[in-house]
């Protein structure tokens, strides 16, 4: 089955910089790839998603680049605030048409932006 | 759209006893999970429904867990009998095949504490 990996497990950065989190994933047919953000104590919130007919996808400060060939794709954060301070999950899962897969998370990263 | 309902928000109980945590799903929505989140274990799935039927519960622990989802409005999980290691944030989640959004709406999640 599929198996997602997530790199790195702990972010700290300053107010300002870019933060860049990496997953990998072992089955080729996956060709759906979200991002959740949790806040501490809240739920998992989608932020931004990328299917593998794209290779990138941005979203105001946020964008998620797919390389398939290597099997994993990143998320980048620009110009990072205090409020991205979360832990943050990818995901892969296979859609079959319309059909919603079984979404395999990896294991968070948590960041954290100081001021 | 209220987003996915679940109830109790908290429940603490002592280890024997049976737990029932209920969903439910956004309206129009045919799928519908059910994870477990721990420090240790991060996000797991545990089962999730297409159309009330279940599709793949290998997640679940063991037989004390038990998940049904009656009608396509109202979904339970339920743990009997309890045991502390039980204890986790149990997050309920659903989504549409249908349209052009699949992707997951969490809900606010149970925190369950075993005594």
């Known amino acids: ?115 | 759209d209220a987003g996915v309902i679940q109830s109790p928000r908290h429940e603490v109980t002592e280890m024997g006893q049976e737990v029932t945590l209920r969903c439910k799903p956004i309206s129009g929505h045919d799928y519908l999970f059910w994870y477990r989140q721990t420090m240790m274990r991060g996000l797991e799935l545990l089962i999730y429904f297409n159309n009330n039927v279940p599709i793949d519960d290998s997640g679940m622990p063991e037989d004390r867990f038990s998940a049904k989802m009656p009608n396509a409005s109202f979904s339970t999980l339920k743990i009997q009998p309890s045991e502390p290691r039980d204890s986790a944030v149990y997050f309920c989640a659903s989504s549409s095949s249908a349209g052009p959004t699949d992707t997951q709406y969490f809900g606010p999640g149970t925190r369950l504490t075993v005594l």
Do not use: M
Request: hydrophobic residues 30%; charged residues 20%.
């Open chain 1, 1 to 115: 089955g599929e198996n997602v990996e997530q790199h790195p497990s702990t972010l700290s950065v300053q107010e300002g910089d870019s933060a860049v989190i990496k997953c990998t994933y072992s089955d080729s047919a996956s060709n759906y790839f979200p991002w959740y953000k949790q806040e501490l104590g809240k739920r998992p919130q989608l932020i931004i998603d990328i299917r593998s007919n794209v290779g990138e996808k941005k979203d105001q400060r946020i964008a998620v680049t797919l390389n398939k060939t290597a099997k994993h794709f990143s998320l980048h954060i620009t110009e990072t605030q205090p409020e991205d301070s979360a832990v943050y999950f990818c995901a892969a899962s296979i859609l079959y048409g319309g059909s919603q897969g079984n979404l395999i998370f990896g294991k968070g990263t948590k960041l954290s932006v100081k001021p």
